[in-house]
């Protein structure tokens, strides 16, 4: 077994309210123009040298495993209402579009994130592309039945040729999931119950080594359960919401997780201004590989009470932590802050404010989610959030057009971050920022929606500041998205998005010195044409502008990518 070696390293202008044929007019230019804008803001990173960082090596060290960072947002219900097909909004890959540090917005080994049109009952598309792709995504509802209704996911992507070495760079995607929900008087059940296969290839070795396809291959299998609990009934005196998260994860070298996640969120109605309640959230996570087995758990509970008075609406309490994790960088027990609350100024504009903190947890299925050329028996460690403070207003300019916008500061520590294995720059490690990493964050929403357009843009700024690395290596500090639709008539309509990735940094394996990636500017656009009721065709292109970019480093993506297919509905 090779030596591991482990490094202790989230605006809205003011528009008036347009006439509404003017806005039809003009909506294509519109959207061109913030494309265009967008990317003309994008610069150059400029290189560092890596001086202080603190490398431990360790031949027989012991793992530890933690289940993935989550929120403590309430879980939000699955509205259905009778004899309503189910919406299932899956989505082809799970990550979320946010800069926390194991949710990358852009994926780079299959499909990007694309809801699938919603159907009464079912809708399935079938395409190809220039990599010899073939794509299959899709899924089949029941209608609403007296206290139940159900449904099925599938996809399937795979890509034969990729952009290093032809099939040394190949991938695959593969899922089947079902759905089903469960109505009472008193609460709402919803089930789900999934299989995953990924399958890539180490291919970021140093050009011109002569590899084999037994030594590049890499595969995970995934199984995933999910339930999730709401209470229904207004009148009753306890509200509440609260879900349980299975994961089994599995690879080709024999690794191994089981993953299980719980929460709740429990309020009491008082029927007065105040509400008391209490959060609940508990991780457990066993990982095997050759080196170790061992179980990891993480608890927090957060009694808090709500406030709603005039136009405040308060959450205080406190947020009391425990982690077994044996890192020196993390205290079994913590105490957190826990505060929200928003001002309704007007109709139209709220301020808000908050104070959190709280613990995230790595686990080897968020990780290899984030990164899938992970080496194996890479480190594992818990991080904590002692404080995040964010300030900002949310509003609208009438119901077309809404906005949101917000700065703040934060505080981690144990921040992990990825770097390329010095021993095989194929492969990635974990690196802990073992200080103190302080993350100045501004973010800001726009969207409007009016008939046949749809338009809106997401910017999110982190400033890392880190402690005994030099950077908050493969953290993007811009991620700035736009997005737009158009729907011609009834049977045609064009989309596109734009995506910028700026300021990632990576570390150097042979000589530690910190290097600046380039710029990431993902260009996509697809058109859709409805040839009857049931059938209709499509064609997209990822990756316009041919960037053959890394997001992380030594892995370049596809370029220009080219797929058509046919869809039906039913």
Same mark, same amino acid.
């Given at each position: 077994?090779?030596?591991?070696?482990?490094?202790?390293?989230?605006?809205?202008?003011?528009?008036?309210?347009? !006439?509404?044929?003017?806005?039809?007019?003009?909506?294509?230019?519109?959207?061109?123009?913030?494309?265009?804008?967008?990317?003309?803001?994008?610069?150059?990173?400029?290189?560092?040298?890596?001086?202080?960082?603190?490398?431990?090596?360790?031949?027989?060290? /012991?793992?530890?495993?933690?289940?993935?960072?989550?929120?403590?947002?309430?879980?939000?219900?699955?509205?259905?209402?009778?004899?309503?097909?189910?919406?299932?909004?899956?989505?082809?890959?799970?990550?979320?579009?946010?800069?926390?540090?194991?949710?990358? /917005?852009?994926?780079?080994?299959?499909?990007?994130?694309?809801?699938?049109?919603?159907?009464?009952?079912?809708?399935?598309?079938?395409?190809?592309?220039?990599?010899?792709?073939?794509?299959?995504?899709?899924?089949?509802?029941?209608?609403?039945?007296?206290?139940?209704?159900?449904?099925?996911?599938?996809?399937?992507?795979?890509?034969?040729?990729?952009?290093?070495?032809?099939?040394?760079?190949?991938?695959?995607?593969?899922?089947?999931?079902?759905?089903?929900?469960?109505?009472?008087?008193?609460?709402?059940?919803?089930?789900?119950?999934?299989?995953?296969?990924?399958?890539?290839?180490?291919?970021?070795?140093?050009?011109?080594?002569?590899?084999?396809?037994?030594?590049?291959?890499?595969?995970?299998?995934?199984?995933?359960?999910? /339930?999730?609990?709401?209470?229904? !009934?207004?009148? @009753?005196?306890?509200?509440?919401?609260?879900?349980?998260?299975?994961?089994?994860?599995?690879?080709?070298?024999?690794?191994?997780?089981?993953?299980?996640?719980?929460?709740?969120?429990?309020?009491?109605?008082?029927?007065?201004?105040?509400?008391?309640?209490?959060?609940?959230?508990?991780?457990?996570?066993?990982?095997?590989?050759?080196?170790?087995?061992?179980?990891?758990?993480?608890?927090?509970?957060?009694?808090?009470?709500?406030?709603?008075?005039?136009?405040?609406?308060?959450?205080?309490?406190?947020?009391?932590?425990?982690?077994?994790?044996?890192?020196?960088?993390?205290?079994?027990?913590?105490?957190?802050?826990?505060?929200?609350?928003?001002?309704?100024?007007?109709?139209?504009?709220?301020?808000?404010?908050?104070?959190?903190?709280?613990?995230?947890?790595?686990?080897?299925?968020?990780?290899?989610?984030?990164?899938?050329?992970?080496?194996?028996?890479?480190?594992?460690?818990?991080?904590?959030?002692?404080?995040?403070?964010?300030?900002?207003?949310?509003?609208?300019?009438?119901?077309?057009?809404?906005?949101?916008?917000?700065?703040?500061?934060?505080?981690?520590?144990?921040?992990?971050?990825?770097?390329?294995?010095?021993?095989?720059?194929?492969?990635?490690?974990?690196?802990?920022?073992?200080?103190?990493?302080?993350?100045?964050?501004?973010?800001?929403?726009?969207?409007?929606?009016?008939?046949?357009?749809?338009?809106?843009?997401?910017?999110?700024?982190?400033?890392?500041?880190?402690?005994?690395?030099?950077? @908050?290596?493969?953290?993007?500090?811009?991620?700035?998205?736009?997005?737009?639709?158009?729907?011609?008539?009834?049977?045609?309509?064009?989309?596109?998005?734009?995506?910028?990735?700026?300021?990632?940094?990576?570390?150097?394996?042979? /000589?530690?010195?910190?290097?600046?990636?380039?710029?990431?500017?993902?260009?996509?656009?697809?058109?859709?044409?409805?040839?009857?009721?049931?059938?209709?065709?499509?064609?997209?292109?990822?990756?316009?502008?041919?960037?053959?970019?890394?997001?992380?480093?030594?892995?370049?993506?596809?370029?220009?990518?080219?797929?058509?297919?046919?869809?039906?509905?039913?």
């Amino acid at each position: 077994m090779s030596p591991m070696r482990m490094i202790s390293l989230r605006i809205q202008p003011f528009i008036n309210l347009i !006439d509404q044929k003017l806005i039809m007019k003009n909506h294509i230019v519109l959207l061109a123009s913030a494309l265009l804008f967008g990317a003309a803001t994008v610069q150059a990173q400029d290189d560092s040298g890596l001086n202080d960082a603190r490398i431990v090596i360790e031949k027989n060290r /012991t793992n530890t495993v933690q289940s993935e960072e989550r929120s403590f947002e309430k879980i939000a219900p699955v509205p259905q209402g009778k004899n309503q097909p189910i919406m299932l909004n899956y989505s082809p890959v799970e990550f979320k579009a946010s800069l926390d540090p194991l949710e990358p /917005t852009i994926r780079v080994t299959g499909l990007k994130s694309e809801k699938l049109p919603h159907s009464k009952n079912g809708y399935f598309e079938l395409g190809v592309g220039n990599y010899l792709n073939t794509y299959a995504q899709g899924y089949a509802n029941t209608i609403r039945k007296k206290n139940m209704d159900a449904g099925v996911y599938l996809k399937h992507f795979s890509a034969l040729q990729g952009p290093v070495d032809g099939n040394n760079s190949s991938s695959s995607e593969n899922e089947i999931a079902g759905l089903l929900n469960y109505y009472t008087k008193k609460a709402t059940i919803n089930t789900k119950l999934g299989y995953e296969r990924w399958a890539n290839k180490f291919y970021g070795y140093p050009a011109g080594t002569e590899v084999n396809d037994a030594q590049l291959k890499q595969h995970f299998n995934f199984i995933n359960f999910e /339930t999730k609990v709401e209470g229904t !009934d207004q009148s @009753a005196p306890l509200a509440f919401k609260g879900g349980m998260d299975y994961h089994f994860t599995g690879d080709r070298f024999n690794a191994s997780e089981h993953l299980v996640k719980l929460d709740g969120d429990f309020a009491y109605r008082t029927g007065e201004i105040w509400q008391p309640g209490v959060m609940l959230k508990m991780d457990y996570a066993n990982r095997q590989d050759s080196l170790a087995s061992e179980g990891r758990l993480g608890l927090q509970i957060i009694p808090n009470v709500r406030l709603v008075f005039d136009q405040f609406d308060l959450s205080l309490g406190l947020n009391f932590a425990y982690q077994n994790d044996s890192t020196e960088n993390l205290d079994n027990f913590m105490v957190f802050p826990y505060f929200s609350g928003t001002y309704k100024m007007s109709e139209y504009f709220g301020l808000f404010a908050s104070l959190k903190g709280d613990m995230q947890f790595n686990s080897l299925y968020n990780v290899v989610r984030y990164n899938p050329w992970m080496a194996p028996e890479f480190s594992l460690q818990n991080a904590a959030t002692p404080f995040d403070f964010s300030i900002g207003g949310k509003g609208k300019f009438s119901h077309y057009l809404n906005y949101s916008a917000s700065l703040g500061v934060k505080q981690i520590n144990n921040l992990m971050t990825v770097v390329n294995n010095p021993m095989d720059q194929a492969q990635f490690l974990t690196a802990y920022d073992s200080g103190k990493t302080t993350v100045f964050h501004v973010a800001a929403h726009l969207a409007y929606e009016l008939n046949q357009i749809a338009a809106g843009t997401d910017f999110r700024y982190n400033n890392y500041s880190t402690s005994t690395l030099e950077a @908050a290596f493969h953290l993007p500090t811009l991620d700035w998205n736009f997005w737009g639709k158009y729907r011609y008539d009834d049977k045609l309509s064009f989309s596109t998005q734009l995506h910028i990735l700026g300021g990632l940094k990576a570390l150097a394996p042979t /000589t530690n010195e910190v290097t600046n990636l380039k710029t990431i500017v993902d260009l996509g656009v697809r058109a859709d044409y409805q040839l009857n009721e049931r059938f209709g065709a499509f064609a997209k292109i990822d990756n316009l502008l041919a960037q053959k970019y890394e997001r992380f480093q030594y892995y370049p993506v596809r370029g220009f990518q080219l797929m058509v297919g046919a869809s039906v509905t039913f």
